[in-house]
């Protein structure tokens, strides 16, 4: 079982920085495909970025490409993503999540879930 627990959600002003950590507690992490999702108010949830179980291989959807940064810590069971030049757009729900399988932009192989962190982007 893999447990994921996000943090460094919160308010930040349009066009500031942030970076959301997802740490996992279990022994797999370095073979799982990670990504992070967001579900923003009445919208659907969404991947916003992945990253194969090496680091080396990304994806980004076009909403945020050059603006976010995927990267992970294998050695430290860490997922990272860097947002900068923040829009009100991105304010969102963010979840982390692993994916077994390595399928890393296929939304439906993502099995283990974290809880979310809040962020909220004023304009």
């Known amino acids: 079982q893999v447990q994921l627990v996000e943090s460094g959600g919160g308010l930040v002003q349009a066009g500031g920085s942030l970076r959301l950590s997802c740490t996992s507690s279990?022994?797999?992490?370095?073979?799982?495909?990670m990504g992070w999702f967001r579900q923003g108010p009445g919208k659907e949830r969404e991947i916003v970025a992945a990253v194969n179980w090496s680091g080396r291989n990304t994806y980004y959807a076009d909403s945020v490409k050059g603006r976010f940064t995927i990267s992970r810590d294998n050695a430290k069971n860490a997922l990272y993503l860097q947002m900068n030049s923040r829009k009100p757009e991105d304010t969102a729900v963010y979840y982390c999540?692993?994916?077994?399988?390595?399928?890393?932009?296929?939304?439906?192989?993502?099995?283990?879930w974290g809880q979310g962190t809040q962020v909220t982007v004023s304009s």
């Open positions: 999540a692993a994916d077994p399988r390595g399928a890393v932009r296929v939304t439906t192989a993502y099995d283990y």
């Open positions: 279990g022994r797999t992490f370095s073979t799982y495909a």
